[in-house]
């Protein structure tokens, strides 16, 4: 067939602007290559547009809270990003080990794990400035001997998980005392083997000071029997790179969050509020969770769904009050299990104060109006933790505690530096500076304390049928995929 000489020239200068056209891309490919080669890592980010972060799941760290993600590491990463202007791709590896992979391969940007700074990590990693300090402890179960020394823990079975530093710390010793031996458990972490100390399975476990500040609240019968560290620090860790431009600015949002106590006021949110109940407290709480909370607790919900609260953080509002007691009567005439006064439910339209349902929605209403009173510039949690200050003491006495904050240049929109003011109103020196006068202004800390650990064990008891199913089909090999809430170090 001949070609028309017209379609033939048609045809060549086609492939021509094609042939053209693909080297130039090519040659635009190889440039931005090149390109991006010269610039720093920090710059490479910015250009991607988001940071890659690898976390653990844990109360510590990072994890699906009512509202959505929260955590320490969640906090500081998320500030960290915005000073960046990027956004954060967050990964949670299955492993401890893997994460220390990953940072150490370079796959990720960030591990910001409540990792331990260790002289072996810090041989293939870089630590950006320490945040928290920790010790790790031995954990151990009522009823049973408390160890008192490295020696103790022979007697017994000691089982830690894979990758931790705790292995680290646990060779050191074994130096010194031969007998020491224990297992390595690859398949639950630091949680699941605290579950299983409590349910007698094996004696005994190590945890970082920090996870079981947190922990001990959910069980009660855990105890410490003595530090096998001395003070550890916890950072985040980065690849190790002659490109030190990311670990820079990483130390410069430090210094500058510790500098004006922004992380200060993060630790208190997360770790302030972790001592405030005792041993007596926390099993009379889970004795009432099973006795009492299911008759009322269909009440809660309709009331918190109602009003747009969690029916849990409302039904821990009710246990600080009366302790889920429908006759519940105080000696000033509060009444009723969210113990409203009689002027209070007047105004709220709240006919009866004894019934449940009008109590527990009064106390919706009134949490609701109490919590529009503050400045809505105050970020959450901090409104709610003064919400229920001014639900306690009243709206006037928070705002003369607020006053006094700010005279002694505190911040008067954090509750870490406001609950320090509140039990100044029991002093003439300062509450005569005050509009509103005395006030017993330790109650409202307390109260405010007692009511976010009654709230986090909500939380917790109401996911712990599927932690249980989790732990022993961990153990029995059946689902190794699906572990629990990790809390290992």
């Known amino acids: 067939m001949v070609i028309p000489k017209a379609l033939a020239t048609r045809i060549t200068i086609i492939l021509i602007i094609f042939l053209g056209s693909t080297l130039w891309l090519t040659s635009c490919e190889k ?15 910015k250009l991607a547009g988001t940071l890659k972060v690898a976390t653990r799941i844990d109360p510590t760290t990072y994890y699906q809270g009512p509202s959505g993600f929260m955590g320490l590491e969640y906090e500081l990463v998320t500030l960290f990003a915005k000073q960046l202007g990027v956004k954060v791709q967050f990964s949670t590896p299955t492993t401890f080990t893997e994460i220390l992979r990953q940072v150490e391969t370079g796959e990720i940007d960030i591990a910001a794990a409540g990792l331990t700074i260790t002289e072996p990590r810090q ?15 031995i954990i151990y179960r009522s009823g049973t001997r408390r160890p008192k020394k490295i020696a ?70 855990l105890h410490t029997g003595f530090s096998i560290s001395k003070p550890r620090r916890l950072a985040w860790a980065l690849p190790r790179s002659a490109d030190t431009s990311l670990y820079d600015e990483a130390s410069s949002f430090f210094n500058k ?59 821990a509002i009710g246990y600080q009050e009366s302790h889920w ?27 009866d104060r004894k019934d449940p349902a009008d109590s527990i929605m009064g106390g919706a209403i009134y949490f609701k109006k109490s919590i529009k009173k503050i400045p809505e510039r105050i970020p959450e949690p901090d409104r709610s933790w ?32 406001v609950k320090k003011s509140l039990p100044l109103l029991t002093q003439k020196k300062w509450y005569k500076q005050t509009k509103h006068g005395y006030a017993r202004g330790y109650e409202p800390v307390k109260y405010v304390e007692n009511i976010r650990s009654y709230y986090d064990l909500l939380v917790w008891l109401t996911e712990e049928n599927q932690i249980e199913k989790n732990v022993m089909s961990a153990k029995t090999g059946l689902n190794n995929a699906l572990l629990i809430q990790p809390y290992a170090l």
């Open 31 to 45: 440039k931005l290559s090149l390109f991006k080669t010269k610039l720093t890592r920090l710059e490479q980010i």
């Open 123 to 137: 041989q293939t990693m870089r630590f950006a400035p320490a945040y928290q300090e920790i010790t790790e402890q």
């Open 152 to 221: 103790d823990l022979a007697k017994g079975i000691l089982e830690v998980v894979r990758g931790t530093s705790h292995i680290e710390s646990l060779k050191t010793l074994q130096k010194k005392v031969p007998e020491l031996v224990w297992e390595v458990n690859n398949n639950l972490d630091t949680d699941g083997l605290i579950y299983l100390v409590t349910k007698g399975l094996i004696d005994y476990t190590i945890a970082d000071s920090n996870q079981i500040a947190l922990i001990r609240r959910f069980y009660p019968k």
């Open 257 to 315: 969050i510790k500098h004006n106590k922004t992380l200060d006021q993060l630790i208190e949110r997360y770790y302030g509020h972790s001592s405030s109940l005792n041993y007596v407290g926390l099993c009379k709480f889970r004795e009432h969770v099973k006795s009492r909370l299911p008759i009322y607790q269909h009440l809660f919900q309709e009331a918190a769904e109602q009003h747009d609260l969690d029916w849990r953080f409302l039904a």
């Open 325 to 351: 007691r429908k006759n519940a009567v105080s000696p000033t005439g509060v009444q009723g299990i969210m113990m409203l006064t009689k002027n209070t439910a007047k105004q709220l339209g709240i006919k």
């Open 386 to 417: 003064m919400a229920l200050a001014a639900y306690n003491v009243g709206f006037g006495h928070l705002e003369d505690a607020r006053i006094l904050t700010q005279k002694q240049k505190g911040n008067p929109d954090r509750w870490i530096a």
